[in-house]
T-cell receptor, first 111, second 113 residues
Framework: AQKITQTQPGMFVQEKEAVTLDCTYD???????LFWYKQPSSGEMIFLIY??????QNATEGRYSLNFQKARKSANLVISASQLGDSAMYFC????????FGKGTLLTVNP | DTGVSQNPRHKITKRGQNVTFRCDPI?????LYWYRQTLGQGPEFLTY????????KSRLLSDRFSAERPKGSFSTLEIQRTEQGDSAMYLC???????????FGQGTRLTVV
C-alpha cells in the first residue's frame, strides 16, 4: 500500500514569489509515479506534473517543478513566480498500481 | 470534447433511494478510477478498473456501493439505499496505466436529503 502525507493544511505566498508545497510518501514498491494536481474553487482536478520513480532528473512544467528526493521519500512541488490564479487546493498523489492522494494544501496568493 | 465526462453533474435524492452515476473515460484509457471527495478533504479512493476488470474496492465502501465497467468502456457507480453521509462529490478519472497521469471528470455532486 502507498501512503501520501501533506503536512501543510494552508500556505500563504506573496504574488511573484516562489512557494514550496510539501509531500512525503511511503511505499515499498520500486516502481511508482508521483503527481501533483490543482483543484480551484470550481472543483475540477487539474493535472500539473508527474515524476516517475526511476526518473533521475526533477520534473518541470512551466512554473511548476517537482523536487524529488528519493532517499527522503519526498516529492515537493515548487511554484515559481506565484500568480493570483494559483490560489487553490493542491493535492499530491502517488501511484504504484492505484492512484491515491494526500489531504491537500490550500494555497493563498496575496497581491 | 475528448475529456472524461460524468453525468449527471448534480443529483439530489431522498434518503433511502438508489442513485446511479455514469463516467465516460478518455477513449484509449484502459484504467478507470472512482473517488469520493468531501469538503476540505482529498479524493478518497473507492475503486478502480483495468479494462472491464474491477481490481480493487476500498474496504471503506459498504455493500451498498457497486461499480461496473462493461466492455471496458464507460463505468457506472450505484449507491443503494442512500444515506445522508453519502453526500459528497463523486469523481471519476481515467489513465493509460497505473503509473501515468490520470485525467478527471468534473464530478457528480450528490446531496442526500
Amino acid at each position: 500500500a502507498q501512503k501520501i502525507t501533506q503536512t501543510q493544511p494552508g500556505m500563504f505566498v506573496q504574488e511573484k514569489e516562489a512557494v514550496t508545497l510539501d509531500c512525503t510518501y511511503d511505499t515499498s514498491d520500486q516502481s511508482y509515479g508521483l503527481f501533483w494536481y490543482k483543484q480551484p474553487s470550481s472543483g475540477e482536478m487539474i493535472f500539473l506534473i508527474y515524476q516517475g520513480s526511476y526518473d533521475e532528473q526533477n520534473a518541470t512544467e512551466g512554473r511548476y517543478s517537482l523536487n524529488f528526493q528519493k532517499a527522503r521519500k519526498s516529492a515537493n512541488l515548487v511554484i515559481s513566480a506565484s500568480q493570483l490564479g494559483d490560489s487553490a487546493m493542491y493535492f499530491c498523489g502517488g501511484s504504484n498500481y492505484k492512484l491515491t492522494f494526500g489531504k491537500g494544501t490550500l494555497l493563498t496568493v496575496n497581491p | 470534447d475528448t475529456g472524461v465526462s460524468q453525468n449527471p453533474r448534480h443529483k439530489i435524492t431522498k434518503r433511502g433511494q438508489n442513485v446511479t452515476f455514469r463516467c465516460d473515460p478518455i477513449s484509449e484509457h484502459n484504467r478507470l478510477y472512482w473517488y469520493r471527495q468531501t469538503l476540505g478533504q482529498g479524493p478518497e479512493f473507492l475503486t478502480y478498473f483495468q479494462n472491464e476488470a474491477q481490481l480493487e474496492k476500498s474496504r471503506l465502501l459498504s455493500d451498498r456501493f457497486s461499480a461496473e465497467r462493461p466492455k471496458g468502456s464507460f463505468s457506472t457507480l450505484e449507491i443503494q439505499r442512500t444515506e445522508q453521509g453519502d453526500s459528497a462529490m463523486y469523481l471519476c478519472a481515467s489513465s493509460l496505466g497505473g503509473e501515468t497521469e490520470a485525467f478527471f471528470g468534473q464530478g457528480t455532486r450528490l446531496t442526500v436529503v
